[in-house]
Structure formats: structure tokens, C-alpha cells
């Protein structure tokens, strides 16, 4: 069943074509990922799918009465937005890991993390389902547990999803469907990210060797009407010279000039006919951090750390030491603490108990999450505050090679993109020697081509680097060490986030007297909910938190079940 066709929309930004003649369909149970560099309008496909944008032409219609769920890509709440708080808001929160949100004062609210907002996002879309999800980065703040929730919901929702992901881990386990923009056209793919990628490059290829084979044809047809031109101009001049046979020569030339004219069009004719123009090449990006060489051994060492805010622990005695020339990556559930260390490294946050020390000299690279910090009234060049013109020089080379238009150098960065306004972070700790770089999800907002580029050129970076990524590809290829924030303390580990991963679930595999005991014990407290249950009104506070605490057992008991079988 369609649930909405669109057909030959364009859509125009002052003078920039965004969307050029885009004709599709959506199906019931489509998963569709929706990709293409920053700038290339799907931000903008999104919102006229959800009907936020009117396109300037073409036509958008839709199954009566379709319920469309829009996850925004930057998602900022306050405390009014929860006022209204049902008992499937309270099963799909607590899935997610936000556990007790019905009882969290107005303070724990404004101390929100980016995850923690993001899952409340989800959390207040799920419990109302929707026929249609559009989801714009939908995993950008998420933690692992988080992603890995969002993928079985996806697998088991019924109806049709469409997601802008630069997040190709995430891609590959939900989408079988690839909508590509790529200048204002669109192109479909099937599969998921990978399989996509592979066929993309197949057709590339394809179309360059037919390009390559019509240039060929198309400089012998060429030849052809040179050679037929230079004939046509050797004929009139004979008929100069002889002017006494100037009639004979005369009906001669213009049968010549005849036969030329009808060549020449039937040659121009056959190089229009199925004429391929030469196909887009990938956009190449460039980025290159040079390190500073004097460091010494340790670049971070914590001894018996603790930070807590209010009542609230984050984390507490804990040690670790990060080396020079290591790349580790930071993990931990949304509100964990993540941030709040890198804030503690920088010097921005202070430690409740214990201490960090620093390698002496040691010259630190910071970007932020957050681009939502910078000077939006300011241009690019203003905001880099670069005086010196060979640096200044550098930092436009950098910008154009990371992709960015030379004039938009000029414009005030509230004009750019999200994904633009990282890549001038970016450029200001390009054009500097660092030792230490410390990254807070530096793939959030890059395209999909900028993401493998950073990829491989950190990998090459002689410094130390420390990574906050929920970009699982990303986190996994760069880091062979993890800090990982785990109930309450920072324990370092001698491996990537795959072998990690790995690791818990082998650990997590129950031993069948533990199902046993824990199915006892699922069992108890479903039988104390029910008799807590059935002494209030519905309309309780108290009913929504143990109804969703319910549905919470019951699904806990039926995967229990399965395990018991299984052993």
C-alpha cells in the first residue's frame, strides 16, 4: 500500500535549486535511509514529506488520515514538555534506560544530557505510534544501548520509516532502501548502507567506461566532420580557379555542399542520440593534523577521582592513565558522565575528590559537540580569528578542501549548515600543531565522505587522541583502548568497542539455575505489582509508573522463558 507519492517536486532557496524533479513513492513497511553530503537538501525532503515546507512545484499526496512521527535533528526541551506523561511514555523511557522520569525534579531536567533529551524525544513518538517515522540523525547522542534499542523497535515497527543517518553502522541494521540526493536529483538504491555503497561504486564505474567509449566515437565522428568540411572548402576553391567551367563546377559544389550538410546531421544526430554525460565524482576530502613531538610518557593520569553534582553521583574512585600516542575512546550510558571528564581534562570542570595530572607542554585540540556555541553574527574568517595572512591563507585552503564553497567563508555562520559549522571547528585545530586531541562526537553533522576521510586521517595523527563517539564504525576502526563509565566508575580496558562488546555478551549469558532464580524472582514482583494494581484508579500517577513496570516484567519474563527453553 502507497502512503504517500510525490511527483516532479523542485524546491528553490533564493537562487539554489535544492530538489530538481523528484518523483518516488513511500510504501508501507518501506525503511528507507536517506543520504547525501551536507547541503544537499534532505533536511528539507524531510520536512516536505511532513509538510512543515510547500515545494515551489509538483505535487505531494498522501493516505487520508496518515500519522507522520518527525524526530527533529536538533532536539531541545523543557520541563512544561513533560507534563503530560502516560504509562507507555514511562515503559518505552525506562527501555531506554531513563529510569523513574515521573519523579525527577524540575533541577534533574535542566541537567538533561544531548542522549538523554533524544531518548525522551523517542520515548513521547513511540508511545503514540505513528503509520510514517522520519527520523534526522537519530543516533547522534544515543549510547550504544540506546542505537541497539532503536534497531529492534525499527525491525518490529510496521509501518514505513524514513531516516537521515550519517551513522553507517546504524544504516546497515535498519534500512533496505537507500534514497540518495546527490545536486538536487534523486537516486534509489536497494540494500542498506553497504550494499549501496557497493553497487554505487559499481555504477560509477560502469557509466565512466561508457563515457570513456562515447569520447572515443565522439572524436571519430568529429574527425569525420572535419574531414567533410575541409572537402566542402576544396571544392569551392576549385571552382575559383577554374572560372570557365564555373556552371559545370558550381552544380558540382552545391551537390557536394548538399551531401556534406545531410553527413553533418545525421553525425550530429547520432552523438545526441543516448548521449551520457560524464558521471559526478565523488567529492574528495582532505583533512591532515600534524603533531607536536615533544611529549613525554603520560599524557593523562587520574588517581581516586570522584564527581558528583548535588546528590548525584557520576563517578567515584576511580584510577586510569592514558599514554602518549594512544587513541582511546570514552563510552557509557547517556548522563554517565562522558562530557563531564572531557570538561574535566580541559580544565573547564573540577573534580569533587582525587586528581587528574597532565603531561607538562603539552598542547590540547578540543571540539565540542555543541556548535550551537559559536558566534552566529560573525563570518567563518571573523570566528577563527586568524590575523597572520599566511594562516589565514591555510585556513581558506582547508575550509575548500573539507568542501565548503569559498564564498560562504564570508557568510554569518547562523546562515551555514550544522555540518559547516563543525568543519570550521575542524579547521581551527587543522591549521595548528597539537599534541592531544580530544574529540566529543566529531562525526555529528559530517557527511558520509568527511566521516571516512577524518576516519583514516586520525589513524595517521602521531598525538594522542580521546574520542566520545556514538558513531560505532567510527569509535571501533580508531580506538584499540577504551574508558568505559560503568556504574559509577571508570575502568580502562586493552581492546576496541567490537571486542568489548563481544566480551559483555559472553559474560551476560546466563547459567540456567540464574534464569531460574531470576524468573522466581520476575515472577514475585509481577504478583506484587498486580496486587498494588488492582487498589488504584487508573488515572493514578501511581498506576501509569507500575502499569509501565508491568509491561516491563512481562516482557522480562517472556525472555526468560526463551532462555530456560534454550538451555
Known amino acids: 500500500m502507497t502512503m504517500i507519492q510525490v511527483r516532479k517536486i523542485k524546491k528553490h532557496f533564493g537562487d539554489k535549486q535544492i530538489l530538481d524533479q523528484l518523483s518516488f513513492e513511500i510504501n508501507e513497511h518501506d525503511k528507507i535511509g536517506l543520504v547525501g553530503i551536507n547541503g544537499a537538501g534532505k533536511t528539507t525532503l524531510a520536512n516536505i514529506i511532513h509538510g512543515d515546507i510547500v515545494p515551489d512545484e509538483g505535487t505531494i499526496t498522501r493516505r487520508d488520515e496518515l500519522k507522520v512521527g518527525y524526530l527533529l535533528q536538533s532536539v531541545d526541551y523543557f520541563v512544561n514538555d513533560y507534563k503530560t506523561i502516560t504509562s507507555d511514555f514511562l515503559e518505552i523511557a525506562s527501555e531506554l534506560g531513563l529510569n523513574k522520569v515521573h519523579s525527577w525534579k524540575e533541577e534533574r531536567f535542566l541537567q538533561l544530557s544531548g542522549g538523554e533529551k533524544l531518548k525522551i524525544a523517542l520515548a513521547q513518538i513511540w508511545s503514540a505510534p505513528p503509520d510514517i517515522l522520519i527520523l534526522d540523525e537519530p543516533t547522534n547522542h544515543l549510547d550504544l544501548h540506546g542505537v541497539n534499542w532503536l534497531v529492534n523497535q525499527l525491525k518490529e515497527f510496521k509501518g514505513s520509516v524514513i531516516i537521515i543517518s550519517h551513522d553507517r553502522y546504524f544504516l546497515d541494521k535498519t534500512v533496505t532502501k537507500i534514497f540518495e540526493l546527490e545536486q538536487g536529483k534523486l537516486v534509489i538504491y536497494n540494500g542498506n548502507y553497504s550494499e549501496y555503497r557497493d553497487e554505487k561504486k559499481k555504477r560509477y564505474e560502469e557509466q565512466s567506461h561508457q563515457y570513456q567509449v562515447q569520447q572515443k566515437y565522439k572524436e571519430q565522428v568529429e574527425g569525420q566532420i572535419s574531414q567533410l568540411k575541409q572537402w566542402a572548402g576544396k571544392a569551392h576553391h576549385t571552382m575559383r580557379e577554374q572560372e570557365g567551367m564555373k556552371e559545370y563546377h558550381g552544380v558540382k559544389a552545391k551537390k557536394r555542399d548538399k551531401a556534406i550538410k545531410s553527413k553533418l546531421k545525421r553525425l550530429h544526430q547520432e552523438l545526441e542520440k543516448n548521449k551520457l554525460e560524464k558521471p559526478i565524482e565523488e567529492k574528495k576530502v582532505r583533512f591532515q593534523f600534524e603533531a607536536n613531538q615533544k611529549r613525554g610518557k603520560r599524557a593523562v593520569e587520574a588517581n581516586n577521582i570522584t564527581k558528583m553534582f548535588s546528590d548525584r553521583i557520576l563517578f567515584k574512585n576511580s584510577h586510569f592513565y592514558i599514554n602518549s600516542g594512544e587513541r582511546i575512546g570514552i563510552i557509557g550510558p547517556n548522563g554517565s558522565g562522558k562530557t563531564t571528564l572531557l570538561n574535566i581534562l580541559l580544565g573547564n570542570e573540577s573534580l569533587t575528590q582525587g586528581e587528574i595530572s597532565m603531561s607538562s607542554g603539552q598542547k590540547t585540540a578540543y571540539l565540542s559537540q555543541d556548535v550551537a556555541d559559536m558566534p552566529i553574527a560573525q563570518t567563518a574568517i571573523e570566528a577563527l580569528h586568524l590575523s597572520e595572512q599566511e594562516k589565514l591563507f591555510q585556513a581558506r585552503t582547508t575550509l575548500a578542501n573539507m568542501g565548503m564553497n569559498a564564498a560562504k567563508l564570508n557568510q554569518p555562520i547562523g546562515t551555514l549548515s550544522l555540518g559547516e559549522r563543525t568543519r570550521i571547528k575542524l579547521t581551527n585545530m587543522l591549521i595548528n600543531e597539537y599534541d592531544l586531541l580530544i574529540l566529543d562526537e566529531p562525526t555529528n553533522h559530517l557527511d558520509l565522505a568527511s566521516r571516512e576521510q577524518l576516519e583514516e586521517t586520525l589513524s595517521k595523527f602521531a598525538g594522542t587522541i580521546i574520542i566520545v ?99
Open 469 to 567: 563517539s556514538h558513531d560505532y564504525y567510527f569509535m571501533n576502526k580508531l580506538c584499540d583502548k577504551l574508558l568505559v563509565i560503568d556504574q559509577s566508575e571508570i575502568k580502562r580496558f586493552e581492546m576496541n568497542l567490537e571486542q568489548y562488546e563481544l566480551k559483555k555478551v559472553q559474560q551476560s549469558k546466563p547459567k540456567r539455575h540464574e534464569v531460574e532464580e531470576e524468573l522466581l524472582r520476575v515472577n514475585t514482583e509481577i504478583s506484587a505489582v498486580l496486587g498494588e494494581l488492582s487498589f488504584l484508579t487508573t488515572h493514578s500517577e501511581k498506576y501509569m509508573e507500575l502499569d509501565a513496570r508491568f509491561n516491563l516484567l512481562a516482557k522480562r519474563k517472556q525472555e526468560l522463558l526463551k532462555q530456560q527453553k534454550k538451555n
